[in-house]
T-cell receptor, first 114, second 113 residues
């Protein structure tokens, strides 16, 4: 079954404690992205990757890091989380070929930073 | 830069009625794709329908259709014969190259029995 998995699904942490949200896809997709969803703002892209070792900033990259060492994995790293990073996070992947190039979304990670 | 606008923060509809969710977009690219996603209360993003800018016909997927008016830059989602299970948040989105989707603010649809 084609899918994008994220872990953890829920996380409550404290300011400054480093955390990693993992993302994995089994569709051999070139492109992967991280989005955050906030009320009234929709989803905004944090970072994206076009292939292994190729990443670039999205619209709201401050406070986040990513890496793409393997094609299937694209972890999101918060080195020093702050309360304004409390949000719902989605990982997504797609082929990048255009047309009905549907982005497949993971189930989401609800992060609360106290 | 691309922009998506959904002007209806919330909508309330009686079960079995048709509902139209509005979406307008702004882009200078001649080639683009428009998407609608459904987000139920459980939180996952469910792809509903896609319309390419060069597609001659409006896209349809079961009870979902996309009313694409290119000159007006609108891509409204029409749900026919609404059901209680249609209650959810709905997002309109547009691709910006291959790198990302640009999303609207969303419309929360509530179907009343």
């Amino acid at each position: 079954e084609a899918q994008v998995t994220q872990n953890p699904r829920y996380l409550i942490t404290v300011t400054g404690k480093k955390l990693t949200v993992t993302c994995s896809q089994n569709m051999n997709h070139e492109y992967m992205s991280w989005y955050r969803q906030d009320p009234g703002l929709g989803l905004r892209q944090i970072y994206y990757s076009m292939n292994v070792e190729v990443t670039d900033k999205g619209d709201v990259p401050e406070g986040y890091k990513v890496s793409r060492k393997e094609k299937r994995n694209f972890p999101l790293i918060l080195e020093s989380p702050s309360p304004n990073q409390t949000s719902l996070y989605f990982c997504a992947s797609h082929t990048g070929t255009g047309g009905v190039d549907t982005q497949y979304f993971g189930p989401g990670t609800r992060l609360t930073v106290l | 830069a691309q922009k998506i606008t959904q002007t209806q923060p919330g909508m309330f509809v009686q079960e079995k009625e048709a509902v139209t969710l509005d979406c307008t977009y702004d882009t200078s690219d001649p080639s683009y794709g428009l998407f609608w996603y459904k987000q139920p209360s459980s939180g996952e993003m469910i792809f509903l329908i896609y319309q390419g800018s060069y597609d001659q016909q409006n896209a349809t997927e079961g009870r979902y259709s996309l009313n694409f008016q290119k000159a007006r830059k609108s891509a409204n989602l029409v749900i026919s014969a609404s059901q209680l299970g249609d209650s959810a948040m709905y997002f309109c989105a547009m691709d910006q190259g291959a790198q990302k989707l640009v999303f609207g603010q969303g419309t929360r649809l509530t179907i009343n029995p």
